[in-house]
């Protein structure tokens, strides 16, 4: 018994000195972009989930939802009330608009908001929900998106969602999630729902 807790305390005692150490060597401060990616549900809920924290020590945040823009949410009703800034993308989902030119003028328009949030200093996090897209669909360049990214206040953080990100994206990076479904309810043929879902 006795010999098992030494055991232990040494063990413990490595685990800290090698955390210690780690969090000794974390000197940096800066925002940084984190990339919520794959298939699997949970890149929007995280992003609320962060910017929900963020609010919460009274950091200043703003959203901008690419697609989404005809759904009611549960995140924009919350954050509304909290005063956040929320853009929300003028057209609905785009495989029911289906005219590539109204897309790309919505997309462009949002994109406007979301640059402006990108250089405003008094923005801790900027939340850029489903942005991968815009990119993909060629709404966006990516280049802008770069540009941006780099240009913006040092402590401010960004949040990307979608899947498919863009390499050069990921790359910039500072920590990126991949979400994988293991399983989702929706393949068992039950609804999307309210306050899970949306
Ligand atoms: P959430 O908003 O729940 O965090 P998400 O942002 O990861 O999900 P999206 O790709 O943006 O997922 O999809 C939006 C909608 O599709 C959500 O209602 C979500 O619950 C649902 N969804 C997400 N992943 C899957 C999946 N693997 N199969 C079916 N539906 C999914
Ligand atoms: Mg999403």
Redesign the pocket.
């Known amino acids: 018994m006795t010999r098992d807790n030494s055991q232990y305390q040494k063990r413990q005692q490595r685990l800290k000195e090698k955390i210690d150490a780690r969090i000794e060597a974390a000197q940096q401060e800066r925002g940084i972009v984190i990339v919520?990616t794959g298939?699997?549900?949970?890149?929007?809920?995280?992003a609320f989930g962060t910017a929900i924290r963020a609010i919460g020590h009274g950091q200043r945040t703003g959203v901008i939802q690419f697609i989404k823009g005809t759904w009611e949410s549960g995140e924009r009703n919350l954050l509304i009330q909290q005063g956040v800034e929320f853009h929300v993308m003028a057209t609905g989902f785009t495989w029911e608009t289906q005219n590539r030119e109204s897309d790309t003028a919505a997309c462009q328009t949002a994109w406007k908001q979301a640059a402006a949030m990108l250089s405003d200093p008094s923005l801790h996090l900027v939340v850029l929900d489903?942005l991968t897209y815009m990119i993909s669909y060629g709404y966006l360049e990516l280049t802008d998106v770069l540009t941006a990214l780099k240009q913006r206040p040092a402590h401010q953080s960004v949040i990307i969602?979608?899947?498919g990100c863009h390499r050069e994206l990921l790359e910039y990076a500072d920590t990126i999630t991949e979400?994988r479904?293991a399983k989702?309810a929706?393949?068992a043929g039950i609804k999307?729902q309210k306050g899970?879902?949306?």
């Open positions: 919520f298939n699997g549900k949970g890149k929007t809920t995280a489903e969602t979608g899947r979400m479904p989702h929706f393949n999307a899970i879902d949306w």
